[in-house]
């Protein structure tokens, strides 16, 4: 059974930095061909993406939020980081993680998520 | 950079056909993925590659693109298919993902 599973903070302040751990089960992120993908979605939005990382550590990146965020990949503990720089209240939302097992452009798993909130 | 344009509600009775709609300039020419999104949990892709299901998902899903629109089409629909749905792309020419905004399924 594959299974991704978001962790990091549920509250951060303004300004600081937010790190993110998706840790990836049943699943190498190191198969050939493979990506994983952070999405969010601010309360009463829409599913917004963030970032994606390949197997062999390729990166892209939301063009308006490529100066705030980072996506890197450890392999021997089969996750996958994201990094947001200069945190802000519009940043509250659900953070998901998804895989792209065949890298062919669609998530087809989700982890559950989870709320991160700005506030001071 | 490309953009999804999805109507944000749709409507529909138990047992009958609901048409979810996205548009987007030359989107025949993509292949567009639909995910199933309900309050609480994890999204679902329902279809992929414009017309693909996943294991699992029911054959009353499918999917169709022509010109500008592309169209996630339920039939028989039951109250545990209201959700919200998403299409998404690969936008090849800025090297990114793409979601439209959502449309909100609602069963009367």
């Known amino acids: 059974q594959i299974t991704l599973k978001e962790s990091g903070p549920t509250l951060v302040k303004p300004t600081e930095t937010l790190t993110l751990t998706c840790t990836v089960s049943?699943?190498?992120?190191?198969?050939?061909?493979?990506?994983v993908g952070w999405v969010r979605q601010p309360p009463g939005k829409a599913l917004e993406w963030l970032a994606l990382?390949?197997?062999?550590?390729?990166?892209r990146y939301r063009p308006s939020l490529q100066s705030r965020v980072t996506i890197t990949r450890d392999a021997s503990k089969n996750q996958v980081v994201l990094t947001m720089t200069s945190m802000d209240l519009v940043d509250t939302g659900t953070y998901s993680c998804?895989?792209?097992?065949?890298?062919?452009?669609?998530?087809?798993?989700w982890g559950r998520g989870t709320l991160v909130t700005v506030s001071s | 950079s490309y953009v999804l344009t999805q109507p944000p509600s749709v409507s529909v009775t138990p047992g009958k056909t609901a048409r979810i709609s996205c548009g987007g300039n030359n989107i025949e020419n993509q292949r567009v993925h639909w995910y199933q999104h309900k309050s609480g949990q994890a999204p679902v892709l329902v279809i992929y590659h414009n017309t693909d299901r996943p294991s699992g998902i029911p054959g009353r899903f499918s999917g169709s693109h022509s010109g500008n629109t592309a169209t996630l089409t339920i039939t028989r629909v039951e109250g545990g298919d209201e959700a919200d749905y998403y299409c998404?792309?690969?936008?090849?020419?800025?090297?990114?993902?793409?979601f439209g905004g959502g449309t909100k399924l609602t069963v009367l």
């Open positions: 998804a895989s792209q097992r065949t890298g062919d452009g669609y998530f087809d798993l």
């Open positions: 998404q792309v690969w936008d090849t020419g800025g090297d990114h993902v793409v």
């Open positions: 049943g699943f190498s992120v190191s198969t050939s061909g493979s990506a």
């Open positions: 990382i390949y197997w062999d550590d390729t990166q």
